[in-house]
Nanobody
Framework: QVQLVESGGGLVQTGGSLRLSCAAS????????MGWFRQAPGKEREFVAA????????DYADSVKGRFTISGDNALNTVSLQMNSLKPEDTAVYYC?????????????WGQGTQVTVSS
């Protein structure tokens, strides 16, 4: 059973920093992306950043480019999201995410979420 466990959320003032981490277990996937989505109250869940198991440059939402950095270990079992210059509009529940592609199709896996609150 695939498990994604997030840590590192919390309360920070505008301009501050937080680091989120996500540890994945219970899978042997070889073709997948791992990263973060977020959902603010009353809004749709939106993509934040992701990194591919096969390599290449990370992908970021325009709203976080230059402020957030995603990184992963070599096996991509753990990803981290360094969030700098935080703004009140970054307030949301942040979800760790795996998008897997295989012969049988595609599937998404989600963590339980961690709250990030940026006070003005």
């Amino acid at each position: 059973q695939v498990q994604l466990v997030e840590s590192g959320g919390g309360l920070v003032q505008t301009g501050g920093s937080l680091r989120l981490s996500c540890a994945a277990s219970g899978h042997t996937f070889t073709n997948y992306n791992m990263g973060w989505f977020r959902q603010a109250p009353g809004k749709e869940r939106e993509f934040v950043a992701a990194i591919s198991r096969s390599g290449g440059s990370p992908d970021y939402a325009d709203s976080v480019k230059g402020r957030f950095t995603i990184s992963g270990d070599n096996a991509l079992n753990t990803v981290s999201l360094q969030m700098n210059s935080l703004k009140p509009e970054d307030t949301a529940v942040y979800y760790c995410h795996i998008h897997r592609t295989s012969t049988w199709g595609q599937r998404d896996y989600w963590g339980q979420g961690t709250q990030v609150t940026v006070s003005s």
